[in-house]
Every structure is written in C-alpha cells, then in structure tokens.
C-alpha cells in the first residue's frame, strides 16, 4: 500500500509559477513510473506528466514546455514545477503511481485529496 500527499497548490496570477510536491509512504518500491493527474470542473481527469525510476519523462502537449516533473528517489519526493501558467490549468492536481501499457498510462495506486491550483488572468 501506498500513501500519496500533494502539496504545494495555490492562487497564481497567469504567467506565475508553482510548484507542487507530492511526498510518498508505504511500499515505495512498488512506484516504478509516477504522475501528475490533473482533474478541472466538469472534466475527466488527465495525465499531465509521468516520470520513471530511472528518469525518462512524459508530457502531455498542453504543458510541454512549462511543466518540469521531477522526483528525489532518496527521500520520497516527486515534484512539479509549473511555468507559465494559464487559467486553463487550474483544476486539481493528483500524483499517483502510473503503468504503462501499449503506450497509454494508467494510474495503478489510490488518489490522494490533491491540492487545488487556480490560475487567474
């Protein structure tokens, strides 16, 4: 089991930056890949970036470019730094741990609350 806690969510005036902390517990050798999830009102929650145990990234193309997903193995951090942020990224934001099948990620743990990013232009 696994025990995922986001932090790091705010209100950010469009252009500004964040960034998002996601401190994990429990079995952490099972987290080979882990994400960032995002779900806005109304919408069904999407991947926004995923990082492996050994460092290979994905993005999604909305944030290529201005989102930077990291993670410190030794003391059980993954991150998010968010750039050039847009009203259109607010929603919630989520870690998880992720697999990979035929191309597509799927999240593989228990969602967390997540913390709440609002953009305001």
């Known amino acids: 089991q696994v025990q995922l806690v986001e932090s790091g969510g705010g209100l950010v005036q469009a252009g500004g930056s964040l960034r998002l902390s996601c401190a994990m517990s429990?079995?952490?050798?099972?987290?080979?890949?882990m994400g960032w999830y995002r779900q806005a009102p109304g919408k069904q929650r999407e991947l926004v970036a995923a990082?492996?145990?050994?460092?290979?990234?994905h993005y999604v193309d909305s944030v290529k470019g201005r989102f930077s997903i990291s993670r410190d193995n030794a003391n059980n951090t993954g991150f998010l730094q968010m750039n050039s942020l847009k009203p259109e990224d607010t929603a919630v934001y989520y870690c998880?741990?992720?697999?990979?099948?035929?191309?597509?990620?799927?999240?593989?743990?228990?969602w967390g609350q997540g913390t709440q990013v609002t953009v305001f232009s």
């Open positions: 990082i492996s145990s050994v460092g290979s990234t």
């Open positions: 998880n741990s992720v697999r990979l099948y035929g191309g597509t990620y799927y999240p593989s743990g228990s």
């Open positions: 429990g079995n952490i050798a099972s987290i080979k890949t």
